[in-house]
């Protein structure tokens, strides 16, 4: 339980000290005018206040990540606990603030964009296919959970494919509508639901003295698995994630003032690591220790043990909301899934948005794709999935390192973490059955290898950017002053 307590408070201190670190590291420009108001569209590029923007923000980037992966990843015991605290403050918070502060500052660019400008032009190209098609698994995925929970608290009463064609609806109204119509009207219910719902299974965890192990560096996988790197993509959205890279250019499109970025962008980060420490403790703690808990996950899965946990500590109802406050999760994360993947498209082929007939040309063939890759084994998608997450995750911190190295500024908090993760993501790879499948001796020396060649090439692309003095962000000297 301490070590539990201990890590939501360090969540919360790490906010207020290595966010405001960040924040002033990076350099906030209080006057300065904001995609939302320059370049306004209404459709896209609209002003919306601190509150809905930080509430979109966090159900955009949540899914089921912070609540699946950390019930994963519990499997391995506390180990959990310390990669969702040091991933969150120092490397996820960090990934989401800079991503979200340079599109700003590039009139609302997606990742894309900003890897192209920063990293080179072919890069371009290489993150515009990472980032559509860790979107359309995200858009996939998110269906598949969501309708399976939905199924499973209609007691099987409501055929399966019913709750997966409503959930397709609603997203293809999400993705083509007006982003303040859908999204900024209904995600802050949303939001105030999530919250509640996380809030109730916390207090309920320290009300019971349930049993949550305190901290330990042992492996408790009952399988065996190694915690490196495995943990690092099984707990991902609860504390570093690609995938948010691809989130926080809507909302820096919706943004007023840079000021409001540490709360939007940092901040709920932080909330999203909270959200995830609550679940992994609840996994940790419910089910007569870890194989108890292995045999519920092989039995029904992350949702049973949703549905198990919120029923055990929040009452028939309170269980019922807090279940479907975790359905909420990844549909407002697979919404916004298929619209950025939309604008990302948009921004590649450089089709103006405000048109419905534009946006529907783009999204349909997206929602088609998806579609057929429903009838592929879950399992699978998620496994690649959480390998192009991180993988993006890579790359949006090395934009960062850029952005920062040409500022001549401490780029370290960037490239460490970014540094980190590259090891990860190529022996992951390499030693995964997705990919080479190889020992894991021969994965860690090709990952150690990897990351020492593409450090360098790094570096020399970053000395000849400085040299160069490409513009850290876009001339506003015409732009109209916000209102």
């Known amino acids: 339980m301490y070590t539990f307590l201990a890590g939501i408070v360090l969540l919360i201190v790490g906010y207020f000290t290595y966010g405001r670190f960040i924040e002033k590291l990076f350099g906030v420009k209080e006057n300065r005018p904001t995609p939302a108001y320059v370049d306004g569209d209404g459709v896209d590029y609209i002003p919306m206040s601190t509150p809905k923007n930080s509430l979109i923000q966090l159900l955009n980037i949540a899914g089921t990540g912070p609540v ?3 019930i994963m990843g519990a499997l391995y015991g506390p180990a959990a606990f310390i990669w969702i605290v040091v991933g969150c403050i120092f490397a996820g918070a960090v990934h989401d603030y800079l991503t979200g502060m340079i599109s700003i500052r590039n009139r609302g660019a997606h990742l894309p964009e900003l890897a192209s400008k920063f990293l080179g032009k072919v890069m371009k190209h290489v993150v515009n296919g990472f980032a559509v098609l860790l979107l359309l698994l995200v858009g996939t995925v998110f269906v598949s959970t969501p309708a399976s929970l939905l199924h499973l608290l209609a007691d099987g009463r409501v055929a399966l494919w019913i709750f997966i064609a409503f959930i ?9 509508l007006p982003v303040d119509k859908i999204i900024g009207r209904l995600y802050p219910y949303f939001g105030a639901l999530l919250l509640i719902s996380a809030f109730g299974v916390g207090v309920g965890l320290v009300v019971t003295g349930a049993p949550i192990p305190e901290l330990s560096l042992q492996n408790f996988h009952p399988e065996g698995t190694a915690i490196f790197p495995l943990l690092f993509f099984t707990i991902s959205c609860g504390a570093l994630s690609g995938f948010h890279a691809t989130q926080t250019p809507i909302i820096s499109r919706t943004t007023r003032r840079e000021k409001e970025g540490r709360k939007i962008f940092y901040g709920m980060m932080i909330a999203e690591g909270i959200i995830a420490m609550i679940w992994a403790a609840a996994a ?20 049973a043990i949703v549905s198990e946990a919120s029923t055990t500590l929040l009452g028939a109802i309170g269980g019922t909301l807090g279940v479907i406050g975790v359905i909420v999760l990844p549909i407002t994360s697979g919404d916004t899934a298929f619209r950025s993947a939309r604008m990302i498209i948009a921004d590649y082929l450089k089709v103006a948005q405000k048109k419905i007939s534009s946006r529907l040309w783009i999204a349909l063939p997206l929602f088609t794709v998806s579609a057929v890759l429903t009838q592929i084994d879950f399992n699978l998608l998620w496994r690649y999935f959480n390998w192009a997450n991180q993988s993006t995750a890579v790359i949006a911190l090395f934009v960062g390192s850029m952005y920062l190295y040409i500022a001549r500024k401490n780029y370290f908090v960037a490239l460490i973490p970014g540094t980190f993760m590259l090891v990860m993501v190529i022996v992951y790879i390499m030693s995964q059955p997705i990919g080479f499948n190889l020992p894991m001796n021969i994965s860690w020396g090709v990952g150690f290898a990897g990351t020492a060649v593409l450090l360098v090439v790094f570096f020399k692309a970053a000395k000849k950017a400085r040299a160069n003095n490409i513009p850290l962000e876009v001339d506003v000297s015409d732009w109209k002053k916000a209102s």
């Open 68 to 70: 699946f992966g950390p």
């Open 284 to 303: 940790m703690s419910m089910f007569n220790g870890y194989n108890g808990l292995n045999e519920i996950l092989a039995a029904g899965g992350p949702g």
């Open 168 to 176: 397709f609806a609603y997203y293809i109204l999400a993705t083509l």
